[in-house]
Nanobody, 115 residues
Framework: QVQLVESGGGLVQAGGSLRLSCAASGRIFSANDMAWYRQAPGNQRELVARITNGGRTNYADSVKGRFTISRDNAEYTVALQMNSLKPEDTAVYYC?????????WGKGTLVTVSA
């Protein structure tokens, strides 16, 4: 069974930075797209950033220029560096990955940005 475990959430003031990490564990033969999603209270879950196993990235317009997604293909990890955080970035952030051609989700980590 493959698991995704996130870490790095917390409380930060507006303008600050946080780094989220996600590690995949279990019997892994292949890892394709890895991504971060977020869900704020009362909102639908939305894509924040995605990275292919070749390193191509795409970002939500709301985070372009502030967030950077990266991955380590050897370690099956994905990270999200979040800079210039805004109160509207407050949400539960979920790691998402296609592992062995199956999509998995982490349990989420809460990011709270105070004004």
């Amino acid at each position: 069974q493959v698991q995704l475990v996130e870490s790095g959430g917390g409380l930060v003031q507006a303008g600050g930075s946080l780094r989220l990490s996600c590690a995949a564990s279990g019997r892994i033969f292949s890892a394709n797209d890895m991504a971060w999603y977020r869900q704020a209270p009362g909102n639908q879950r939305e894509l924040v950033a995605r990275i292919t196993n070749g390193g191509r990235t795409n970002y939500a317009d709301s985070v372009k220029g502030r967030f950077t997604i990266s991955r380590d293909n050897a370690e099956y990890t994905v990270a999200l560096q979040m800079n210039s955080l805004k109160p509207e970035d407050t949400a539960v952030y979920y790691c998402n990955a296609v592992i062995n051609y199956v999509m998995y989700w982490g349990k989420g980590t809460l990011v709270t940005v105070s004004a």
